[in-house]
């Protein structure tokens, strides 16, 4: 069944590749939109993360910055916390939060606030209906993966078909994945 599922992917890729259309479709895919070179998108987290968790968000902003390689960092954190509870605001802020989404949707979410093809300020929400951990735990989200994907939305990525990448569209349970894939390097830095 793996075989027969690889060869159905060769079959289509052989297919794309006579129509011209690049590999990459099976890659990083970007929003179009990006930080403008004059901005840092610096966020403000929830004060109910663990002081791991919190070190982890600041693991994936320090590498989405250094992959992009521009002079003013793309992504921050401040020191402060907040207690918000009503995810997003279009407030100018960005926040990370821990709001319950329910069972039907996705684990973290990044709402994205726009001025033309810029990106002024995101928002990032971890959905607490669901089990997290701070490394991988059998039926549980790792809390820093996710923000490290959450993160890569937040600096114009969209998600990634290429498995096992930060910004692969699902993010399994019982699994780290706080190292940037190749694909998330090469998404990063078409962007930037
Ligand atoms: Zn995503």
Request: overall charge neutral; proline content about 2%.
């Amino acid at each position: 069944m793996r075989i027969k599922r690889l060869l159905g992917l060769l079959m289509l890729m052989s297919v794309l590749l006579s129509l011209g259309i690049p590999v990459m479709v099976y890659g990083y895919s970007a929003s179009g939109y990006s930080i403008a070179s004059n901005t840092t998108i610096e966020f403000t987290m929830n004060a109910n993360f663990s002081s791991l968790s919190k070190a982890h968000f600041l693991d994936g902003v320090l590498e989405w910055n250094a992959k992009a390689g521009r002079t003013k960092n793309i992504l921050g954190r401040s020191g402060s916390s907040h207690h918000l509870t009503q995810y997003p605001q279009d407030d100018g802020n960005n926040y990370v939060y821990r709001v319950d989404m329910g069972s039907n949707v996705y684990a973290g979410n990044t709402k994205r606030y726009y001025i033309g093809s810029y990106i002024t300020s995101a928002d990032i929400n971890i959905n607490m209906y669901l089990n997290w951990a701070n490394s991988a735990q059998i039926g549980c989200l790792d809390t820093g993966s996710v923000f490290w994907h959450e993160l890569g939305h937040a600096a114009g990525l969209s998600e990634s078909y290429a498995n096992g990448a930060v910004m692969f569209y699902q993010m399994p349970v019982n699994t780290v994945r706080r190292t940037l894939a190749q694909d998330d390097i090469n998404g990063i830095q078409w962007i930037y």
